[in-house]
């Protein structure tokens, strides 16, 4: 079930983003991943954020500001489920998406996002936060 995300799942998206990532981002430096999971408070305030329950549990979670994807996380114990199919399909059909910049380095995510339809546009040397982990900027 895709539900809207209040305040007090903040902990548990935490959780979940810090599942995928490390599982996911094995380039990411430790300091870096240490500097983005303090920040997330923070960067969950500047999006819409949608969740996805499993049995009364949020494994996934989508963030997205005006037409761009910022976040897309499933739980590392729920990953290839179908889980972030569904929330990128909800929010292209309810949230007008059609673009998501994602980590060149993580090459399931950019497989993932070609595979739903999104095309590469163009590469940023650094991430939006300056940091040297080149970004891929995708649209559908």
């Keep these: 079930m895709i539900r809207e995300i209040n305040i007090t799942d903040y902990p548990r998206l935490i959780e979940i983003w810090e599942s995928a990532v490390l599982n996911t981002h094995d380039f ?25 329950e499993k049995e009364g549990r949020l494994v996934g979670f989508i963030g997205v500001a005006e037409e761009n994807v910022e976040m897309l996380f499933v739980d590392n114990t729920c990953r ?13 059909a309810h949230l007008q998406v059609t673009k998501v910049d994602v980590n060149e380095q993580n090459v399931q995510a950019v497989d993932f996002y070609k595979y739903v339809g999104f095309n590469i546009l163009r590469r940023s040397e650094l991430d939006g936060a300056g940091k040297e982990y080149p970004v891929l900027h995708m649209e559908l």
């Design 80 to 92: 290839g489920t179908g889980i972030g199919k569904k929330l990128i399909t909800y929010a292209i």
């Design 28 to 52: 990411l430096k430790k300091e870096d991943f240490l500097y983005y999971k303090k920040q997330l408070p923070v960067y969950f305030q500047h999006v819409t954020l949608l969740g996805f």
